[in-house]
């Protein structure tokens, strides 16, 4: 054999064994074509159904969401005219409850008035304190008062 010859058989050698292992990679790119094939099918199975629950929920969502709506919407008419309400009681039944209320105080002033000079006889009683934001001060009102009707 000449030196050719041997040339030529080591080329074909070393071909041989890149087709072969050109063969084998290939081999294994169609089985990873197969299986991702396959599992795109799987997926697309699985996808469809899931989609199609995802939006009934959605459906649901929104149809809870305007049930929501509409009954905040019904509570704040109740409460605009539970205020409304409440602002008619105030100034129809406020105004004469004060004045009953001072009336009945005027009539208890002076019944304690007409009755006070009968009873001077007992002694005195200790000067009243008021209660002001935690704090007790001497009620000076009743101090001067109190020195007006001795006057008169």
Do not use: C
């Not at 197969?34 to 969502?61: F, G, I, N, Y």
């Not at 002076?110 to 001060?137: C, D, F, L, N, Y």
């Amino acid at each position: 054999m000449s030196g050719g010859e041997v040339a030529g058989v080591l080329v074909a050698v070393f071909w041989a064994i890149l087709v072969s292992f050109l063969a084998v990679a290939l081999a294994r790119l169609a089985q990873t074509l197969r299986a991702t094939t396959k599992l795109v099918a799987d997926v697309t199975e699985q996808a469809v159904p899931l989609l199609a629950d995802a939006s009934t929920a959605v459906r649901s969502a929104q149809t809870q969401i305007d049930r929501v709506d509409a009954i905040a919407s019904d509570v704040q008419e109740v409460t605009s005219n539970a205020s409304a309400l409440s602002t008619t009681v105030a100034s129809t039944f406020g105004g004469p409850l004060v004045k009953v209320a001072a009336f009945g105080y005027g009539v208890r002033r002076a019944i304690s008035r007409k009755a006070a000079p009968e009873a001077k006889e007992m002694p005195a009683k200790p000067s009243r304190r008021t209660v002001i934001v935690g704090r007790t001060v001497p009620s000076a009102r009743r101090t001067k008062r109190a020195n007006r009707s001795k006057r008169d």
